[in-house]
């Protein structure tokens, strides 16, 4: 249990992970470690795609590449120019929803993050299974075992990441590089067998026009059968959220890093060139060389498309070699997948409160997501073509949701001629995402279920540390040290105020009320405390302390996500300032307890006084140095 919880403190310090500085590197090799998610997917969806479309499938391929050029390319572009820190688009519509609705939507949109990167491990080392096992030097008695094959390369990658695992990029560019090369060797010796057998496009033209002879017909078929295809999109994701590993120019700014975006920006833009190339020209060898049976559930050709050319024109010698490196690619697919699912935690629960505290911590964390994808891969019996829909599913509610932050973004922006576009693009996104869905609702299933999982955890953690300071900082203006120094002189009182009108008859009558209430004498000077609610989503927060005078009274006025926790702090940080125990006084509230509870989580006011008490409770542990709380009425 020790070496489970075991954590290295130099690298997470405090309750919260700490952004690490990334070693930068040129955008060619970045672009090589989100290529070995987005390349290696040249292993099973050329066989994919061939198997939803048919004969259509070349024609699928390219209204997808289209989208990919004139549609998630753009937005992704606008993405790298809006969250430079590698956020990503989750964290735009973060930043353009407020409040609980951009919370939950965050939430919901990790449950398909979850779906995505789960999906993109267990079909992975399926595909890399089937590799495996149609290699015609693979022993016989492994061609049943494609499930444990499967759950092997799963547990070898969690042993890696619970001995320690590192972002590698110099692994990556060259499985990229080997991998690109070997394709292009397999595909240019498609398209030569192609050419020297006119029959083959002859064959092909004969079963496209089999059923449509209408040739609008066709694109129109091809139009509904292209969500199918949608494999072909994964990566734009990752390629934003790996841009601090982007180098830049001499002359960005931690604000307005112009050099990453650029150079973000010729990453994303060579990445989805090089596969719309890759995915246009496999689409078009493996439909016309390999026949339809073979690439049903059990023929050669499933889910290895490429992988069967290279054995059936080049020998089992290459093929093997394509074989390895087909392996290889993928299972470092499933290594950046899990790397990816380590870092999202980090990235948005623990600054929501929403993770328990096992979460940040990286060995549980593996054991929980190989768990789950062990169970992933018996339930589809590790089968590639069966859990495309899912993966499909997690890719494109991302790239939409991707689509209308950018679109939102636009519209307030006031660019008419944006906003049209973005939304045009964001509607065809939604509709590949909706017959995704109706078509193969398994994704939608498993993505309920994670956001389901997401979000009871997370709101019993936050439940859970509500009672925390939930406070980074506490900044104070000149006039508020004034206001704490003079104070100091004598016993130090504070009156908690709602602030109402904020004139001085407000804060002569609650002066005399609390006064009377807590016996407070006359000749004793007091000091009033306003916490006005900025966002009751958040959950820690700056405290800005701002001293303001209403006659001859003295009020300290700040904003903060939770009114107790805030006046907790801020009493505390009067302590340690002066050396002097403040005293804080309350009036009683009255209603449901219940109710004040649910306002507390919820909109961060409440039962202030009780709930100021447990915070200062937790926070110091000894009842001599806690600040005092006085409750009168």
């Not at 969806?45 to 989208?67: D, E, F, M, N, R």
């Not at 590790?382 to 790239?399: D, K, P, R, S, W």
């Amino acid at each position: 249990m020790r070496w489970l919880l075991a954590e290295n403190r130099r690298e997470k310090e405090g309750p919260y992970q700490k952004e690490e500085a990334h070693r930068q590197h040129p955008w060619w090799q970045v672009m090589c470690l989100t290529g070995v998610d987005y390349f290696s997917t040249l292993g099973y969806q050329p066989g994919i795609a061939a198997l939803a479309a048919g004969a259509l499938s070349p024609i699928a391929t390219l209204i997808l590449v289209l989208l990919t050029l004139f549609g998630a390319l753009p937005i992704y572009r606008r993405i790298a120019a809006k969250s430079p820190h590698g956020e990503g688009s989750i964290a735009m519509l973060e930043h353009l929803l407020s409040w609980w609705q951009g919370k939950l939507l965050v939430l919901c949109l990790l449950g398909f993050v979850a779906t995505d990167f789960i999906i993109t491990i267990t079909l992975s080392a399926a595909d890399a299974t089937a590799h495996i096992i149609e290699n015609p030097l693979t022993p016989s008695l492994l061609h049943s075992q494609s499930i444990a094959i499967t759950l092997m390369l799963i547990a070898l990658l969690g042993v890696v990441f619970l001995r320690g695992f590192k972002e590698a990029i110099g692994i990556a560019v060259f499985l990229v590089a080997v991998y690109l090369l070997l394709n292009l060797v397999v595909i240019s010796i498609g398209l030569y067998h192609i050419a020297i057998n006119p029959g083959a496009i002859a064959n092909w033209q004969t079963a496209l026009f089999a059923r449509h002879a209408n040739f609008f017909a066709l694109i129109g078929l091809a139009i509904l059968l292209f969500p199918k295809l949608a494999l072909g999109l994964s990566g734009f994701e990752t390629g934003v959220t790996v841009m601090p590993l982007v180098q830049g120019s001499s002359s960005d700014t931690p604000e307005m890093p112009r050099g990453r975006v650029r150079n973000t920006r010729k990453l994303l833009t060579a990445a989805a060139v090089i596969m719309s190339f890759f995915l246009l020209t496999s689409s078009f060898v493996t439909t016309l060389l390999i026949p339809a049976t073979e690439f049903a559930t059990g023929g050669k050709a499933n889910g290895r498309a490429l992988a069967y050319l290279a054995h059936l024109y080049l020998g089992n010698g290459f093929g093997t070699i394509y074989d390895l490196s087909t392996i290889s690619i993928l299972w470092f697919a499933g290594a950046s997948a899990m790397a990816g699912l380590l870092n999202i935690v980090p990235r948005y629960l623990p600054r929501y409160g929403m993770a328990p505290s096992w979460a940040l911590l990286t060995r549980p964390l593996v054991l929980v997501y190989i768990t789950i994808a062990f169970v992933v891969t018996v339930i589809f019996q590790a089968n590639v073509e069966a859990q495309g829909g899912a993966y499909a599913t997690g890719v494109l509610v991302l790239i939409s949701s991707a689509a209308f932050a950018v679109t939102l973004s636009a519209h307030r922006q006031n660019s008419p001629k944006g906003r049209f576009i973005f939304a045009l693009i964001t509607l065809v996104f939604i509709y590949t995402t909706i017959v995704n869905i109706i078509e193969r609702p398994e994704g939608i299933k498993i993505a309920a279920f994670f956001i389901g999982a997401i979000i009871c955890t997370s709101l019993v953690s936050r439940v859970w540390r509500s009672t925390e300071l939930r406070v980074e900082q506490i900044e104070v203006d000149e006039n508020a040290r004034q206001f704490i120094a003079e104070e100091s002189q004598g016993a130090i009182r504070i009156i908690a105020n709602r602030l109402n009108v904020g004139d001085e008859q407000e804060y002569l009558l609650k002066e005399k009320e609390v006064r009377e209430d807590n016996h407070i004498p006359p000749t004793d000077p007091v000091i009033f405390l306003e916490i006005l609610i900025s966002d009751a989503s958040d959950f820690t927060d700056v405290i800005r302390v701002k001293g303001v005078q209403v006659g001859d009274y003295r009020i300290l006025r700040a904003e903060s996500a939770a009114v107790p926790n805030a006046i907790a702090a801020l009493l505390l940080y009067i302590r340690d300032q002066t050396g002097k125990i403040p005293h804080a006084y309350f009036g009683w509230v009255e209603g449901n307890p219940i109710q004040y509870l649910l306002r507390f989580i919820l909109f961060g006011e409440g039962d202030i006084a009780v709930v100021t008490r447990e915070v200062l409770r937790r926070a110091e542990k000894n009842p001599h140095r806690r600040p005092g709380i006085h409750v009168g009425g």
